[in-house]
């Protein structure tokens, strides 16, 4: 079974902190994405990565970066937090077989900014 | 730009009812997916959807995809508590970026209650 890991359930962070939010998948995929979720906003892609070292702007990468040192991890990170982002995070892997295959979910990151 | 619409947002149901989720897409899109995300919880695949005509089914669940209609369903056979969940469907986007990959657009879900 394909697992996919976050570093943590549950964040609170002040407003300006830096803040690190970990994903790790073991089943070798290529593709590894990040996304927040917002009660009447659905999923919102901020991030992805096709590749080691590689990475690709989604819908909203404003105040947000990422790494991708590792093929099995995928690091967001918020420069300096803002109660807007106050949020649940979810990290998600699928593999590369010419077309995007089922991508598959870590359990999430809520995170709140005060 | 591709949107994915899903009606309703909200459903409300007895238990021992059926009812269809729908999904409306506006562009062409090679693949269609639905999953489920209990509450407080993280999101699970539940069908992915290839070509048109293509039906799915899995316990009381079945999907549908009607790629001329540009049309999914998702339809809930003798509903239970246990079906109590967001359902949400993506598609595929058409047009290629980069690593030549896709990215889903999704759905803002169908909130689904099963009242005894």
């Known amino acids: 079974d394909v697992k996919v890991t976050q570093s943590s359930r549950y964040l609170v962070k002040r407003t300006g902190e830096k803040v690190f939010l970990e994903c790790v998948q073991d089943?070798?995929?290529?593709?590894m994405f990040w996304y927040r979720q917002d009660p009447g906003l659905g999923l919102r892609l901020i991030y992805f990565s096709y590749d080691v070292k590689m990475k690709e702007k989604g819908d909203i990468p404003e105040g947000y970066s990422v790494s991708r040192e590792k093929k099995e991890r995928f690091s967001l990170i918020l420069e300096s937090a803002s109660t807007n982002q106050t949020s649940m995070y979810l990290c998600a892997s699928a593999s590369r077989a010419g077309v995007m295959e089922t991508q598959y979910f870590g359990p999430g990151t809520r995170l709140l900014v005060l | 730009e591709l949107k994915v619409e899903q009606n309703p947002l909200f459903l409300s149901m007895q238990e021992g009812k059926n009812y269809t989720i729908y999904c409306n897409y506006s562009t062409t899109s090679d693949r269609l997916y639905w999953y489920r995300q209990d509450p407080g919880k993280s999101l699970e695949s539940l069908f992915v959807?290839?070509?048109n005509g293509a039906v799915k089914q899995e316990g009381r669940l079945m999907a549908s995809l009607d790629t001329k209609a540009r049309l999914s369903t998702l339809h809930i056979t003798a509903a239970v508590h246990d079906l109590s969940a967001t359902y949400f469907c993506?598609?595929?986007?058409?047009?290629?970026?980069?690593?030549?990959?896709?990215?889903?657009?999704w759905g803002l879900g169908t909130s689904l209650a099963v009242n005894p």
């Open positions: 993506a598609v595929d986007t058409p047009h290629l970026f980069a690593g030549n990959n896709r990215k889903l657009i």
């Open positions: 089943m070798d995929h290529e593709n």
């Open positions: 959807l290839l070509s």
